[in-house]
């Protein structure tokens, strides 16, 4: 089946490639020529996710997804969180975002926890309802960038299944399969693969 997937974001666009295989086509608003840009006016990762699929889904008419991720450091009180994206300013610059994080921690001092999660907040529609899929990513901040994989805050997040390492340094598919993104997908696509075969009845539907 095909999937309008909201995004722009080429290293989302790689990921959900990867982690949805052969039997899910993904398609960006690019490739139809619809704008995928779309102001990030909730307070929450649930609100903004909404917003996303729910302006594609207006402009194309087409079953499609969006997510929303965001950070959420221990000692930082659950920031950057939802504003992860414009956390050093509205440019969306990672480099600027992550130094901008590594100076809040710094400045805490050296025994802080540094503990630290990403979450992602899917939003599929489908058949022009509405189904949500979440994922979380457990780990630490580094306490420099490294590596040159993955994309946004990829080269400060060190996950706990692979100490030592940022997301940065290991590879997209042992990125995937533990990762915040990974996770809310594949719950996706075991709800798609029993949508598929058994399509719910108005009254089973589980949407929200
Ligand atoms: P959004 O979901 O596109 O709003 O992303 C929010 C912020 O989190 C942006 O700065 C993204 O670059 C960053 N981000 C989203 N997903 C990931 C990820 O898997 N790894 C690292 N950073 C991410």
Redesign the pocket.
């Known amino acids: 089946m095909k999937l309008l997937f909201a995004?722009g974001?080429k290293?989302?666009l790689r990921?959900a490639g990867g982690i949805l295989g052969e039997n899910i086509e993904i398609v960006s608003p690019a490739e139809l020529g619809i704008s995928g840009d779309v102001e990030?006016t909730g307070t929450t990762?649930l609100e903004?996710s909404r917003l996303k699929a729910q302006t594609l889904y207006a402009a194309s008419g087409l079953d499609c997804f969006a997510?929303?991720?965001?950070?959420e450091v221990d000692a930082l009180g659950g920031e950057?969180g939802v504003y992860?994206?414009?956390?050093a300013g509205d440019g969306?610059d990672?480099q600027a975002?992550m130094d901008k994080l590594l100076r809040n921690l710094d400045a805490l001092g050296p025994d802080i926890p540094r503990t630290a999660r990403?979450r992602?907040v899917v939003t599929l529609i489908l058949d022009g309802k509405e189904y949500i899929f979440n994922g979380t990513l457990e780990g630490k901040i580094a306490h420099e960038k490294a590596g040159c994989g993955?994309?946004?805050?990829?080269p400060v997040?060190i996950s706990e299944a692979y100490p030592g390492l940022t997301?940065a340094e290991i590879s997209d598919e042992k990125?995937n399969a533990i990762?915040?993104?990974g996770m809310a997908l594949r719950n996706m696509a075991t709800f798609l693969s029993k949508y598929k075969s058994c399509p719910l009845d108005e009254d089973d539907r589980q949407d929200k």
């Open positions: 995004t974001n290293g989302k990921e990030e990762l903004n997510d929303d991720t965001g950070l950057p992860s994206a414009r956390y969306h990672n975002n990403f992602t993955g994309f946004g805050y990829d997040f997301l990125k990762s915040h993104r």
